[in-house]
């Protein structure tokens, strides 16, 4: 934290978490001590918050989701273990220096990596790049399952950004009434899909060029899908789409500039076991931008 620019000010004890409060711009907590982080953001609204967790997802998510500064939920592997120090550090860069904008796609990975990246124009385009991303997963050497949770989240993106993103000047969608439709995309409508691997990471990133994808819709849907409740199909079922990314990514990343883009950004740890990768807390990143 301090290699990121901030004074740090360790509290161990929660109760005493009031003393530190004022003057203070982040506030980070595992997700044991959330009831303490929400009572400081409802007395402090501009304070930004990280949460970490070893646990699923739902239980920090009924916390976060009605409070828009608390947008970054990290998972660690345990109890005994911090969160991932590139990730820790990224988010922590970007919440102290928000005018910096968002990461290059390349900073998810280490040195040397090696990808591809398309425009889609058509719904035979996207089926043809959701199998090429699985072949591509399993060159660069990851578990067979890795390769095949690549494949589902590659399609549930494509079908996100190419169904639900686009609206018209009115910002009524276009397509997103029958997500079975073939489509063939004019030029300003097309998403982008990028993946690249380093040998330990798989990062997919799709980009839209709408930037409708608002924080309400990710986190509410998100938690209601972990929780089994009925999902919002008004934007043509994206809740299940984002339970589909949220179980097979271990990183889910979404930066929104509001009315031009979109970029979901997920990453895969390549060599985990499918039953680890299954229990594995997984992370979630919400930023936000007028312009």
């Excluded at 007395?43 to 918050?49: A, E, M, N, R, V």
């Excluded at 990224?90 to 990461?103: K, Q, T, V, W």
């Excluded at 067979?144 to 494949?151: H, M, P």
């Excluded at 990471?201 to 209601?224: E, I, S, W």
Aim: glycine share 8%; hydrophobic share 40%.
């Amino acid at each position: 934290m301090r290699c990121a620019g901030y004074e740090v000010v360790p509290v161990e004890d929660p109760a005493h978490v009031d003393k530190a409060l004022p003057g203070a711009t982040l506030l980070a907590a595992d997700t044991f001590d959330a009831e303490t982080v929400v009572k400081a953001v409802e007395q402090y609204p501009d304070l930004k918050t990280v949460l970490w967790t070893a646990e699923p997802m739902d239980r920090a998510l009924r916390f976060v989701t009605g409070h828009p500064t608390m947008s970054n939920i990290l998972g660690r592997p345990n109890f005994d273990s911090p969160p991932r120090p590139w990730e820790l550090m990224m988010i922590l860069r970007r919440l102290a220096r928000p005018e910096e904008g968002g990461p290059k796609f390349a900073w998810f990975l280490d040195w040397g990596f090696s990808g591809f990246q398309e425009r889609v124009d058509t719904t035979a385009t996207r089926d043809r790049l959701v199998s090429k991303v699985q072949d591509f997963a399993l060159h660069m050497g990851a578990r067979k399952k890795i390769a095949e949770f690549a494949n589902e989240v590659a399609h549930e993106l494509l079908m996100n950004a190419m169904y639900d993103a686009p609206v018209d000047s009115a910002g009524v969608p276009k397509y997103a009434q029958n997500r079975k439709a073939d489509l063939r995309l004019p030029d300003g409508e097309q998403p982008t899909l990028k993946i690249a691997s380093d040998g330990s990471k798989l990062c997919m990133q799709v980009t839209d060029p709408f930037g409708g994808f608002l924080r309400d819709r990710v986190f509410a849907g998100l938690a209601r899908g972990l929780d089994g409740g009925q999902l919002d199909t008004s934007h043509g079922g994206a809740g299940l789409g984002l339970t589909v990314i949220h179980n097979g990514s271990a990183a889910l990343f979404i930066d929104v500039i509001k009315g031009q883009r979109t970029e979901v950004t997920c990453v895969f740890e390549m060599d985990t076991q499918h039953r680890d990768f299954r229990l594995q807390p997984k992370s979630l990143h919400y930023f936000y931008r007028d312009s």
